[in-house]
């Protein structure tokens, strides 16, 4: 594959999937029928599939603060089309400030599916669990973190493959970091020994007007996430878009309408979220299919991206696994 396949939509069909979190599911005659408390898991999930028969490393994705998993489907499609298995709990429909309970639920969902997650899906899709991603958008991104680093709970028996944090935030500002705090502000602080991908956007430290804090706020954003991780590491910055750009074009309802006014925003979703979607892929590729062309192309043309970026950085590139 090279560049320009990673930021267009992959050539796989998908399809779409979800999975409840209840004792009972419907049958075919409209009725509940039982089922084993096992068979489904601790939240309700989103799943996004290529329908094309086949074996697929899996991205397990945590939604952003008081948002819904669904305003990530472009965003799923976009990357389950190159050959990933897109997960998507939704965690909360409200939460308060300590996300200690989001990073065990992550944690007990992803125990959960080497034994339920097969019988979900049809039989000639396989998730690979060998090659199981976590990551997540703002307080999701922090979460996603939480969990491959095994804090407020030890890190699930089924290793992550590797870590991504989309405009992960951990708290109002340093100082004022929500628990349990993620960052501790040293270099390479943070103990991961998987690969770590960090994506930023250049608007989500700045206010949107006086009324509104910083969706990103400085202190606490992708920079300092990034300055923590351990090769191998990369971090990829969008100067010209903000924290909820990364979601579909349309969000609907009370809390889907704000968010297109309280964060900065670009003049369009669209470019941002393809810029997001194409970096995880060509990350993915590297990492999880020892396939290394896209990352390195993106690392050495960042111009060809369908937004201005930053200059990119990494850890250690030269431990990129190469063909």
Known sequence: MGLEDVFKEGPLPTQTLTIPATATAPCCHGRASPMEPTALPPKPLLVIIPSQEGDYPVLF????????????????????????ITIAPQMYTAAGPDATPEIRDAVAITEWLPTGLSGRL??????????????????????????????????????????????????MAAGRQTPPMILGYGDHDFNNSIPALVIGSGLGPVRRNPLFPPCAPAGVNHVDFFRECRAPAYHFVATEYGHQDFLDDETGGVRGRATYCL???????????????????AFLNAWLRNDSADLQDVLANPSRAPVKMEPPECYFLEKVPTL
């Open 61 to 84: 994705f945590l939604h952003g603060y008081l948002l819904l998993n669904s305003y990530y489907s472009q965003l799923f499609r976009h990357i389950a089309s190159h050959g990933y």
């Open 122 to 171: 049809p039989a000639h899709v396989r998730p690979d669990l060998q090659k199981v991603a976590v990551a997540g958008h703002s307080r999701g991104g922090k979460v996603a973190f939480g969990a491959a680093l095994g804090r407020a709970t030890p890190p699930p028996s089924l290793p992550y493959a590797a870590v991504v944090g989309v405009d992960p935030v951990d708290g």
């Open 263 to 281: 964060c900065k925003n670009g003049t369009a979703r669209e470019p941002m979220r393809r810029f997001a979607a194409g970096v995880i892929v």
